[in-house]
């Protein structure tokens, strides 16, 4: 074991949305679709596949945010790494390399959508305390953006 290995926190949403895994999974890959409840991406939904989110800029980071899907399960698990920020940047805006994963679980009345975002270290306290606020309200986007998807 690595004695320099550093402790990470991870953020944990759970919601019960009520509509079937294959809507939830559309909104979860369609670019347009995630555009609606996260940010703007050129995400393709293959395994392997490097894509990227444009967020406002800020400091000397500029507002990229470089992904690669490392788990691709449709339409039960989705994973991707989440890497942005600046290491000359103090605070919100600091480096962060970090692991965002989702899980589709069917229940009764819908899906449960399962979203951890992991990895985390002391210097991304700021972005950890602003995320943890605002992954519940990506959450409640992706249910509106899901609900407006037909049944096919």
């Given amino acids: 074991m ?53 967020a406002k800029p800020m400091g000397d980071w500029d507002g990229v945010v470089h992904c690669e899907v490392i788990a691709f399960d449709p339409p039960r698990r989705l994973v991707y790494s989440w890497r942005g920020g600046s290491a000359r940047n103090p605070g919100y805006g600091s480096a962060l390399d970090s692991t965002v994963e989702w899980t589709l679980t ?22 950890y305390d602003a995320m943890s606020g605002g992954w519940p309200r990506v959450l409640e986007r992706l249910e509106q953006a899901s609900a407006t998807l037909g049944d096919n």
């Fill in 106 to 127: 069917p229940e009764p009345g819908g899906t449960r959508v399962r979203m951890e975002h992991s990895g985390f270290g002391p210097q991304n306290a700021p972005a």
């Fill in 2 to 54: 690595n004695e320099h290995a550093i402790a990470t926190r991870s953020i944990v949403v759970e919601r019960l949305i009520p509509h079937p895994p294959e809507k939830i999974w559309r909104a979860l890959t369609e670019a347009s679709l995630i555009e609606q409840w996260l940010m703007k991406n050129d995400f393709a939904p293959r395994l392997g596949v490097r894509f990227t989110f444009r």
